[in-house]
């Protein structure tokens, strides 16, 4: 069984900022790319950032200059660091990632959702 819970979530001005965390547990031999995405009510779910198992990052453009994906592998935790928050960036949002079990089978496993509201 793998998992992942995401925390970090919350309500903050606009300017502000909020850390979220993703961590992965259970029997996991490996970790591929691990996401964010977000969803705001009425709104496709859409990708924010990625970072892949050899470092590779991607951030979308609504958030490119103010949110920043890292990954700890030795915690199989990845975060999202988000400043200058804006209240378009109101939304759920939540951890995706493409884990290995030591049976060798791969899950595209995907975190319960953080509530990150932005008061104008």
């Known amino acids: 069984q793998v998992q992942l819970v995401e925390s970090g979530g919350g309500l903050v001005q606009a300017g502000g900022s909020l850390r979220l965390s993703c961590a992965a547990s259970?029997?996991?031999?490996?970790?591929?790319?691990m996401r964010w995405y977000r969803q705001a009510p009425g709104k496709q779910r859409e990708l924010v950032a990625r970072?892949?198992?050899?470092?590779?990052?991607m951030h979308a453009d609504s958030v490119k200059g103010r949110f920043t994906i890292s990954r700890d592998t030795a915690e199989n935790t990845v975060y999202l660091q988000m400043n200058s928050l804006k209240p378009e960036d109101t939304a759920v949002y939540y951890c995706?990632?493409?884990?290995?079990?030591?049976?060798?089978?791969?899950?595209?496993?995907w975190g319960q959702g953080t509530q990150v509201t932005v008061s104008s």
């Open positions: 995706n990632a493409e884990l290995r079990d030591y049976a060798g089978t791969t899950h595209d496993s």
């Open positions: 259970g029997s996991i031999a490996s970790i591929n790319g």
């Open positions: 970072i892949t198992s050899r470092g590779s990052i």
